[in-house]
């Protein structure tokens, strides 16, 4: 089992900047992909941007030039540094990991509570 803490969620005026950070602890070794989707309210949960153990990345057309994924493999821990907010990336986001990988539709074995994201205009 593996299990993933969220934290640096919070309220941001529109053009501002927030990190979020994901924590893995258990059974990490047996993790390859790491990655964070949003969920507005009722819409689907949406991919935003995932991370390999060997580094590559995926983003989503609509955080491309404005998020960036990172990961710290001795930490355990992904990170999202999100700029330039927009009123439109308000949503609740989740940490997910996975042992193969990650990508558009919404399936990890192992997911975080959410952190939310406000983004005031």
């Known amino acids: 089992q593996v299990q993933l803490v969220e934290s640096g969620g919070g309220l941001v005026q529109a053009g501002g900047s927030l990190r979020l950070s994901c924590a893995a602890s258990?059974?990490?070794?047996?993790?390859?992909?790491m990655g964070w989707y949003r969920q507005a309210p009722g819409k689907q949960r949406d991919m935003v941007a995932t991370?390999?153990?060997?580094?590559?990345?995926k983003y989503a057309d609509s955080v491309k030039g404005r998020f960036t994924i990172s990961r710290d493999n001795a930490k355990n821990t992904v990170y999202l540094q999100m700029n330039s907010l927009k009123p439109e990336d308000t949503a609740v986001y989740y940490c997910?990991?996975?042992?193969w990988g990650l990508g558009p539709p919404p399936r990890a074995d192992y997911w975080g509570q959410g952190t939310q994201v406000t983004v005031s205009s």
């Open positions: 997910a990991a996975d042992p």
């Open positions: 258990g059974s990490i070794f047996s993790i390859n992909a």
């Open positions: 991370i390999t153990t060997g580094g590559s990345t």
